[in-house]
């Protein structure tokens, strides 16, 4: 088991660095006002893409692989409990009436796009990605 792993750590900053930079260009691209009809919660920022959704996919789902890349016997339980746990907060977004059903499913989409970015990183140069193709 690797103890000292310095290309995980810097892949899951840069996907932490991504997501959050992404999330704020997003938000300020789009500009929609968040739902106002049953919100429990009143919150003063722009609505889409849900960040919290974003994060739980990608920042979430990278500190799986990561855990996983060190303890491999936690593959099935990081494989269940991380989808999981993602599909709950998006969840939660909605139930609390702070985000619309599609800025859940916006940051879920965000969220895999940075964290199949990530897994690419980080697995590219060891030659254990993309075995098929001809470089």
Request: aromatic fraction near 8%; hydrophobic fraction near 50%; glycine fraction near 8%.
């Amino acid at each position: 088991m690797k103890r000292k792993d310095r290309r995980a750590a810097a892949t899951l900053t840069a996907v932490a660095a991504v997501t959050e930079g992404v999330n704020a260009v997003l938000k300020l691209a789009v500009q929609r006002v968040r739902p106002s009809v049953w919100a429990v919660a009143t919150l003063h920022s722009y609505s889409f893409p849900s960040g919290h959704a974003m994060a739980a996919v990608a920042i979430y789902g990278m500190t799986a692989v990561v855990v996983v890349r060190l303890c491999p016997r936690l593959a099935r339980p990081a494989a269940v409990g991380i989808p999981v746990l993602a599909l709950l907060i998006g969840v939660s977004r909605v139930y609390l009436g702070v985000h619309w059903p599609t800025d859940v499913l916006a940051g879920f989409a965000a969220g895999a796009f940075i964290l199949s970015g990530g897994v690419y990183l980080l697995y590219r140069r060891e030659g254990r990605c993309c075995r098929g193709s001809s470089r």
